[in-house]
């Protein structure tokens, strides 16, 4: 079993914000909320995050790696203005699950300022085999960006520096809180349960075959990507994990008194097909394509399903070392939730 330390620091969902800014409907948040506060950035900010996020990612080996004694969003900004611009793309983006000939694809853009068509077909590929098919212009920005890095790198840090003075500053004071306690709440349970348990708990039905391949772990807390994770291998014996530490009662978006997850259930299984998935993972775990197959529907479709049904928490998902995802029914997922709605109506409500 690997060794487990953590990381309590709000820089890391400082950029992940951003992720769950500009895909609201992946994490279970109202379109109009998240483009109320994407339209607080000016119109070069805004239109520069929509085209560079599907390929920047989380910096999360970076942030890591960071040896600042606070890692909040105003220190991380100053530590990105110490690198050179041109150097802040390979700085940030490069990490060891990304394959060495697309890594040198990209550094060959970046000294000849040109992609020749065999590099193009190269970031295709792997733009393709993105989990979420990014969005069309995706890999011209791609090659523009790294066709002149040090362009790039400076527009980069000047809309993050806006995204943090027009939101993320104000943000950031309610984070440290429900951080601390994420942390206080994963350290009881690796005191009381197997590690791959504790992996299950703090992630709402997630296994991940590579952990038990790895020597030293940071876990690390983030309100912003609740309930879903983040999951890099920063070499062959270190690797970091993400997880959503926000109450269920408590949502982005603010206020409310209906227990958002209790929403986000009864909203999964109010779906015909949601329910028929449900019922084929009840009997064996199922690939999506598997899915795909038995629903007769297109594999995009039925991972849309899949997503509604892991932010509800009513599925479990194994995550095999070759990259294959599997799903089974979380039972106690569906026990949460007439717990919570029992919970729920016998509370009478505050006038």
């Given at each position: 079993m690997p060794e487990i330390t953590f990381e309590t620091a709000t820089a890391y969902d400082f950029f992940i914000s951003l992720i769950v800014l500009h895909n609201p409907a992946d994490f279970g948040l109202r379109?109009?909320?998240a483009a109320g506060v994407r339209s607080r950035l000016p119109a070069a900010q805004r239109e520069f995050f929509e085209r560079s996020l599907p390929f920047l990612g989380v910096p999360l080996g970076w942030l890591h790696d960071l040896p600042l004694p606070r890692k909040d969003a105003d220190s991380v900004l100053n530590a990105l203005a110490q690198i050179p611009a041109a150097e802040r793309l390979p700085r940030l983006t490069f990490t060891a699950e990304l394959r060495p000939e697309v890594r040198n694809a990209l550094l060959e853009i970046a000294?000849?300022?040109r992609a020749t068509p065999a590099m193009r077909a190269l970031l295709k590929a792997e733009?393709?085999?993105?989990?979420?098919l990014p969005p069309p212009g995706t890999l011209e920005y791609w090659i523009e960006a790294w066709s002149n890095p040090a362009a790039f790198g400076e527009v980069w840090l000047e809309a993050l520096r806006a995204y943090h003075n027009l939101y993320f500053r104000e943000e950031e004071s309610r984070l440290q809180t429900p951080l601390e306690n994420g942390t206080q709440q994963a350290t009881r349970l690796l005191n009381e349960l197997p590690l791959p348990q504790v992996i299950e708990t703090l992630t709402r039905g997630v296994s991940i075959a590579e952990i038990q391949q790895i020597r030293h772990l940071t876990l690390i807390p983030s309100y912003w990507s609740t309930p879903f994770i983040f999951f890099q291998r920063l070499d062959g014996e270190r690797a970091l994990l993400?997880?959503?530490?926000?109450?269920?009662?408590?949502?982005?978006?603010?206020?409310?008194?209906v227990p958002l997850a209790l929403v986000d259930s009864f909203k999964a299984l109010g779906d015909p097909t949601r329910l028929r998935i449900l019922r084929f993972l009840a009997q064996q775990p199922l690939t999506p394509a598997a899915l795909a197959g038995r629903l007769r529907?297109?594999?995009?479709?039925?991972?849309?399903?899949l997503n509604a049904l892991r932010r509800a928490g009513l599925v479990h998902i194994r995550l095999d070392?070759?990259?294959?995802?599997r799903y089974d029914l979380r039972?106690?997922?569906l026990d949460e939730a007439l717990t919570t709605l029992h919970n729920f109506l016998d509370t009478s409500e505050e006038s």
């Open positions: 379109p109009s909320w000294a000849t300022g733009l393709d085999n993105k989990r979420h993400v997880f959503g530490c926000r109450p269920a009662h408590l949502s982005l978006a603010g206020g409310g008194a529907l297109r594999a995009p479709t039925v991972i849309h399903h070392a070759d990259g294959e995802r039972r106690e997922g």
